[in-house]
């Protein structure tokens, strides 16, 4: 513990000073900088080649702070007292006298904001003056991180530092729900639809047709490790990757399994683990056993569908 406390006084000095690192989250690692600051936050682009159009996800230490930048509503309490901290980002409405930078919001009136559930960053955001913008730490398009030695595959020695929190344990990135006006989910993720369903006692749908970006997730091509990817796939290639739900009788080099007995949160969990390993062993191509489209399978599956157009 006290070498995690050293750590985090040593990322709070990087983060005052305008500097963009790597802090661990419970769905993946983040590329974080002070949200407030237009110089901090330009890093954050131009590490990940991302596009100025791509609004970022600011993540928050408790409401108090949230309600200096955006305007709350029921549907947001009502989700935020059964879920938060957790891997839900809300989209709202921000304020006209929000410090958080033209750069982040993309110039729009809305923000994407979650509270992370990862103690090292929970920690970290305590003893900071300011949110975080943090989208995942890669490369734009390509497969998420989801551990530090993710994050130095993806940029090397181009990152400061990274705050080392193991393996994020969702492993997917946050769902996201715009809650301004009638709710919409914007992006599939590490909390199922059902459980928001339930809590606002309605019936949203996933709508991944939506022309205007307003939150991060919304990229046609995404989640993408480089190589072509076949989906619904009943019998691979001798030569390529072959993804499984579930471990078979008879095994191949080339299985990788997402999990033992077609656990679909395990699935989720294991997904951008597995993409990274099968590029590294540098197959040509992926292909994609059937996953059932319920659940955590919705989210692997918009997550595939994503990846194969690159």
Known sequence: MKRNHSNIKKAKKYL?????IAVPTETVYGLAANAYSKKATSKIFKLKKRPKKNPLIVHYCNLNMLKKDCELNNDFFKLYEKLCPGPITFVLKLKKDSKICKNVTNN?????????????????????????AAPSANISTKISPVSKEDVIDEFGKKIKFILDGGRSHVGLESTIINL????????????????I??????NLKFN????????????KIHYSPGIPIRLNVKKSKIDEAFILIQKRKKSA????YLSKNKNLKEAAKNLYKTLRMIRKK???SISVEKIPNKGFGQAINDRLIRASKF
């Open 282 to 284: 540098k197959f040509k």
């Open 197 to 202: 369903n339930k809590i606002l006692r309605t």
């Open 208 to 219: 991944n047709n939506l022309k205007k970006i307003i939150s991060p997730g919304q990229g």
């Open 253 to 256: 080099k080339n299985f990788y």
């Open 16 to 20: 005052d000073n305008n500097n963009c």
């Open 108 to 132: 729009k009136k809305t923000l994407a904001v979650r509270f992370p559930n990862h103690p090292i960053t929970k920690k970290l955001l305590t003893i900071i003056n300011y949110p975080l």
């Open 180 to 195: 301004i006006g009638r709710p919409k989910v914007l992006r599939l993720g590490g909390i199922e639809i059902s459980k």
